[in-house]
């Protein structure tokens, strides 16, 4: 069925009742001196190369190559369209390695046709810290489909990940493969229905007309919170400590610390937004939330060519209601003029979807861990987990 995952350190079907088995590697970390020193062959056509984010031009082949070919919903009317500014930010963060930017380009035209990349990130499961991988944007070109390209790639990446003596690696996927820890569902948010309508993303209800569609999805002019406002660097600190104390609760969770706090969610115009509730009496810091602008191209629609989407990313509340503090950051996400908000049921988000207007989309993601086995399979709201 899965003849390469089959061959490769992580939970299989076969073992998914097994409580014989124990927590932890799958496989323990062979010596570096074993580890293959040579990349692995490509069909003879292609070559490797390794893409540095900071080029201006690497980073301009990398956004055609995704935004022509990387993810689409099941229907094919929409693709991911990272921007590059945000393929910069989720590509450089604190420690990472240039040699885990990895393309593959025809040799004799130089073109590139394939990516896969993977950043470090320290993620706590249970209550072990592990250094890992977070591999992100594996994309073959659609004329290269079903090559069986995909395995070498994602063994080319294991081998320079294991060079830095990391044995670990976290990824999310909308297919199924061996085995999930947990199995999250999208949900949706529309700000501007009447656009998302207009190209498919969503349907009138029954018995709904426009207009009262666009009444039932209005949202005040402005935030209701008192001492809502962006985050600014120096919050970092105090951020960074609601965060950590927050995310001790769930089972698999990222270990931020300050430096990963200022990459991760220091706002980043167009990028990353993060907003915080300031006590107005004490100063102290008491909520957070922010989401990312990952916008999709609209395949074949005459009026419009993309969809401008916010996903939701980390939101902490100790004070405001969490469906107060995520209904401002829906209203700021309208002023900025996205036209949806979108969210997993992770965390707790399922405490506030249903009253925020969200519906189920028709899309899955499943989180997967590479040489790391959980007893159980998660549920979504166990993961403390989101990845770009
Ligand atoms: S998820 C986003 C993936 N990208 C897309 O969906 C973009 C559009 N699709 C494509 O570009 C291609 O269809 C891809 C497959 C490149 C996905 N994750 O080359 P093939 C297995 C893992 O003939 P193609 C993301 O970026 C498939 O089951 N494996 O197929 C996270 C089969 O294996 P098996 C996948 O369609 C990526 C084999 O590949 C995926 O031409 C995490 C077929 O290869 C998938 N999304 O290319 C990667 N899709 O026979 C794993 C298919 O066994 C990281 N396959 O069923 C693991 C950790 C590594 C680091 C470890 C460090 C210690
Ligand atoms: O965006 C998604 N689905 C949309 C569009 C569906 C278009 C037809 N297939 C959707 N819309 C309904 C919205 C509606 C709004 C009012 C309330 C009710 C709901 O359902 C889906 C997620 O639902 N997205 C995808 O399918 C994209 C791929 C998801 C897998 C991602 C893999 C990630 C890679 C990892 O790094």
Same mark, same amino acid.
């Given at each position: 069925?899965?003849?390469?995952?089959?061959?490769?350190?992580?939970?299989?079907?076969?073992?998914?009742?097994?409580?014989?088995?124990?927590?932890?590697?799958?496989? =323990?970390?062979?010596?570096?001196?074993?580890?293959?020193?040579?990349?692995? $062959?490509?069909?003879?056509?292609?070559?490797?190369?390794?893409?540095?984010?900071?080029?201006?031009?690497?980073?301009?082949?990398?956004?055609?190559?995704?935004?022509?070919?990387?993810?689409?919903?099941?229907?094919?009317?929409?693709?991911?369209?990272? &921007?590059?500014?945000?393929?910069?930010?989720?590509?450089? =963060?604190?420690?990472?390695?240039?040699?885990?930017?990895?393309?593959?380009?025809?040799?004799? #035209?130089?073109?590139?046709?394939?990516?896969?990349?993977?950043?470090?990130?320290?993620?706590?499961?249970?209550?072990?810290?592990?250094?890992?991988?977070?591999?992100?944007?594996?994309?073959?070109?659609?004329?290269?489909?079903?090559?069986?390209?995909?395995?070498?790639?994602?063994?080319?990446?294991?081998?320079?990940?294991?060079?830095? $003596?990391?044995?670990?690696?976290?990824?999310?996927?909308?297919?199924?493969?061996?085995?999930?820890? &947990?199995?999250?569902?999208?949900?949706?948010?529309?700000? %501007?229905?009447?656009?998302?309508?207009?190209?498919?993303? &969503?349907?009138?209800?029954?018995?709904?007309?426009? &207009?009262?569609?666009?009444?039932?999805?209005?949202l005040p002019d402005q935030t209701v919170t008192p001492g809502f406002r962006k985050m600014e660097p120096h919050d970092v600190p105090a951020v960074t400590r609601l965060l950590r104390n927050y995310l001790k609760q769930f089972v698999v969770a990222p270990d931020f610390d300050e430096n990963d706090v200022e990459h991760w969610l220091l706002p980043k115009e167009?990028?990353?937004?993060?907003?915080?509730?300031?006590?107005?009496?004490?100063?102290?810091?008491?909520?957070?939330?922010?989401?990312?602008?990952?916008? #999709?191209?609209?395949?074949?629609?005459?009026?419009?060519?993309?969809?401008?989407?916010?996903?939701?990313?980390? %939101?902490?509340?100790?004070?405001?209601?969490?469906?107060?503090?995520? %209904?401002?950051?829906?209203?700021?996400?309208?002023?900025?003029?996205?036209?949806?908000?979108?969210?997993?049921?992770?965390?707790? %988000?399922?405490?506030?979807?249903?009253?925020?207007?969200?519906?189920?989309?028709?899309?899955?993601?499943?989180?997967?861990?590479? $040489?790391?086995?959980?007893?159980?399979?998660?549920?979504? #709201?166990?993961?403390?987990?989101?990845?770009?």
């Amino acid at each position: 069925r899965h003849k390469f995952w089959e061959t490769q350190p992580v939970g299989q079907f076969k073992d998914l009742g097994d409580a014989s088995l124990p927590e932890g590697p799958i496989e =323990p970390p062979t010596p570096l001196s074993e580890v293959k020193q040579e990349p692995y $062959n490509l069909p003879s056509p292609y070559e490797w190369t390794t893409c540095d984010m900071d080029s201006e031009e690497m980073c301009n082949e990398v956004y055609v190559l995704l935004t022509n070919n990387y993810v689409e919903d099941d229907e094919n009317m929409f693709r991911f369209n990272y &921007s590059k500014e945000f393929l910069r930010w989720a590509l450089r =963060p604190p420690g990472f390695y240039r040699s885990w930017h990895i393309g593959v380009r025809v040799k004799t #035209s130089k073109k590139l046709v394939a990516f896969i990349t993977g950043v470090p990130a320290r993620i706590r499961a249970r209550d072990t810290v592990v250094t890992m991988a977070e591999i992100n944007f594996l994309c073959v070109h659609k004329k290269l489909r079903s090559k069986r390209l995909a395995p070498v790639m994602i063994k080319e990446v294991t081998r320079r990940v294991h060079m830095e $003596n990391i044995w670990q690696a976290a990824y999310t996927a909308g297919v199924v493969l061996p085995t999930p820890i &947990s199995t999250c569902q999208y949900w949706h948010r529309s700000l %501007n229905p009447k656009k998302l309508i207009d190209v498919g993303f &969503s349907r009138l209800g029954a018995r709904m007309t426009m &207009s009262r569609t666009i009444k039932l999805y209005k949202l005040p002019d402005q935030t209701v919170t008192p001492g809502f406002r962006k985050m600014e660097p120096h919050d970092v600190p105090a951020v960074t400590r609601l965060l950590r104390n927050y995310l001790k609760q769930f089972v698999v969770a990222p270990d931020f610390d300050e430096n990963d706090v200022e990459h991760w969610l220091l706002p980043k115009e167009g990028v990353i937004d993060s907003y915080l509730v300031e006590s107005p009496e004490t100063h102290e810091i008491t909520d957070f939330c922010s989401f990312y602008t990952l916008p #999709s191209s609209i395949l074949g629609n005459q009026n419009h060519s993309t969809l401008k989407a916010a996903y939701s990313y980390y %939101n902490v509340s100790t004070k405001t209601p969490l469906i107060q503090l995520m %209904n401002d950051a829906l209203i700021v996400a309208k002023q900025k003029d996205f036209d949806v908000f979108n969210a997993l049921d992770v965390m707790q %988000n399922e405490s506030f979807l249903k009253q925020l207007k969200f519906g189920p989309g028709d899309g899955k993601l499943h989180y997967y861990l590479y $040489n790391y086995r959980l007893k159980h399979v998660l549920r979504a #709201s166990e993961l403390g987990l989101v990845l770009l």
